[in-house]
């Protein structure tokens, strides 16, 4: 049976991929509902976001998938497989955040304090989505023996999960996964701080998962490549930059602050 699928009703599958993206999408709507409440932002306004934010940001990271893989998806339908995975999260944050300056300036919503009560929410929803590229065997690294995985003390089951394409592999999936879910705890603590400014959470989190993913990166052999370099490390020195920006730059509100 393909370890993939979740329940096969024959006419359709559902796979473990798409149970652990809406787990996550739950999950981090969740502590995000709880953390703008506590601003007093309107909730339609927030369904609203969270909503057309979902859709947009998973049509950004299958967009962004798919250019880089432009070679293998030469048919459309192919194109439009999200379910058999492929998703890029880097793509999915951009064009999230590209919808989200465009509604927060049309509805005149602080977006960097925005930013902050859902960064919390978004990291942990990472966390848990690493989880769909293991069954799909995705996001992995390099060539190991099986001597190497056991070393590692994993479940059988991670180690029998990978073995893909007749070699075994290194488990990036769950150093990202255990990574991002140690970037949470770092947020939930700095979100406690009395002295915090509006942006500094969104900062944190750009610094944290910039590194988290460059150094993961380079373990990686299914990355996505711009020539000879791999994109993604490119992105995170930009997401670092722009953590290191937002943590500098001194605002006046405080993000114990309410929107209105």
């Keep these: 049976m393909d370890r993939s699928v979740f329940i ?47 859709l947009i ?13 432009l070679s293998y998806y030469q048919n459309l339908l192919d194109a439009i497989k999200i379910w058999e995975g492929g998703l890029a999260i880097h793509g999915g944050i951009i064009s999230a955040l590209l919808f989200l300056y465009w509604y927060t300036k049309k509805k005149k919503i602080n977006l960097i304090l925005l930013l902050d009560c859902m960064v919390v929410g978004l990291i942990l929803a990472q966390s848990i989505g690493r989880w769909g590229n293991f069954f799909n065997g995705e996001a992995y690294g390099r060539i190991v023996s099986l001597n190497f995985l056991k070393n590692m003390h994993l479940p059988s089951f991670i180690i029998e999960g990978m073995y893909i394409s007749g070699e075994y592999r290194e488990p990036t999936f769950l150093y990202e996964s255990i990574l991002s879910f140690i970037g949470f705890i770092v947020l939930l603590l700095f979100r406690k701080k009395q002295n915090l400014k509006v942006g500094q959470l969104t ?57 209105f």
Excluded: C
């Design 8 to 54: 096969d009703f024959q006419i359709f599958e559902i796979k473990w991929y798409s149970i652990f993206i809406l787990l996550a999408l739950f999950t981090g709507s969740f502590i995000v509902i709880k953390e703008t409440k506590k601003k007093k932002m309107d909730p339609e306004e927030l369904i609203n976001i969270l909503f057309y934010g979902f």
């Design 57 to 69: 940001g998973i049509l950004g990271a299958r967009l962004y998938y798919v250019l880089f893989n």
């Design 203 to 259: 900062g944190i989190y750009f610094i944290w998962y910039g590194i988290e993913r460059f150094i993961i990166e380079s373990f990686r052999s299914d990355s996505l490549m711009l020539g000879t370099i791999k994109m993604a490390q490119i992105v995170s020195i930009i997401f670092i930059g722009t953590g290191v920006y937002l943590i500098i730059k001194n605002k006046e509100l405080k993000y114990h602050e309410t929107f």
